[in-house]
């Protein structure tokens, strides 16, 4: 299922191009990770690591924090306790991403969009707020480490550089000596099309259900999708 221009001028929201033009038109591909290429917190699950981390910490998470469903909030106020504190979380947090992911969902069509796009030769990289060695550990697992240039995500306790940042897509382009222009980035969160805007790159929302599809279309992608075939089909059109 592709949404097309027509669609969502009938609705209001931003007209959006289809994959195919932009993939046709961009020769490097950036995937966020959980969405994208695996549900991270599918097995264990995002309540289980965030009561794992509140464990780790000397000091108890306050009420509007311990009711959280987000890893992430924790780690921010990890970050205000201190520097020594946060990286200690931050580490915590990437044993808890690695093993989420040891036993996560895979996206469907997410290997086969890496492999294709790779053997096509695009430039394929993925920018996650996700731990970098966590990722690198689930690429590597299901060997699908060789199709990707580039792992661009967290690395420290610095919430500062993660998105709707535009400092890790940034870093992307910089590190694989491309620009923007030849750049097109796949999200599913509304995190993801700000720090594409920020970056001034092409961005295709990838509603993964249904009740994604009209929140994430008016933060004016390039495109929206509902499956990552929709861009592993569009490939096979070059």
């Known amino acids: 299922m592709v949404h097309q221009s027509l669609e969502f001028a009938r609705q209001g929201l931003p007209a959006v191009t289809g994959p195919a033009d932009l993939l046709t038109s961009h020769r490097c ?39 959280t469903t987000d890893p992430f909030d924790v780690l921010g106020f990890a970050e205000k306790l201190g520097p020594s504190t946060a990286a200690r979380i931050e580490r915590a947090f990437a044993r808890v991403e690695r093993e989420a992911m040891a ?33 690198a550990a689930y690429l590597d697992d299901r060997d699908l480490h060789r199709d990707i240039s580039g792992i661009f995500a967290r690395t420290s306790a610095d919430l500062t550089a993660l998105k709707p940042s535009a400092y890790l ?28 805007r920020a970056a001034r790159v092409s961005s295709i929302a990838f509603a993964n259900r249904p009740e994604k599809i009209d929140r994430l279309a008016a933060h004016g992608p390039d495109a ?15």
């Open 169 to 196: 897509l940034n870093l992307a382009m910089r590190t694989l000596s491309t620009t923007a222009e030849h750049t097109v980035f796949v999200g599913d969160s509304t995190t993801d099309i700000q720090a594409a």
């Open 103 to 135: 036993v996560s969902h895979p996206t469907p069509g997410a290997a086969e969009l890496i492999r294709r796009a790779s053997h096509r030769g695009y430039t394929v990289a993925v920018v996650s707020n996700n731990s970098a060695s966590a990722i």
């Open 224 to 238: 929206v999708i509902t499956r990552l075939a929709d861009l592993t089909d569009a490939l096979s059109t070059e």
């Open 29 to 67: 591909l950036l995937l966020d990770f959980d969405g994208p290429i695996c549900s991270v917190f599918s097995g264990i699950t995002s309540r289980e690591a965030v009561d794992y981390l509140g464990k780790q910490l000397d000091t108890p998470l306050p009420s509007a924090i311990s009711e």
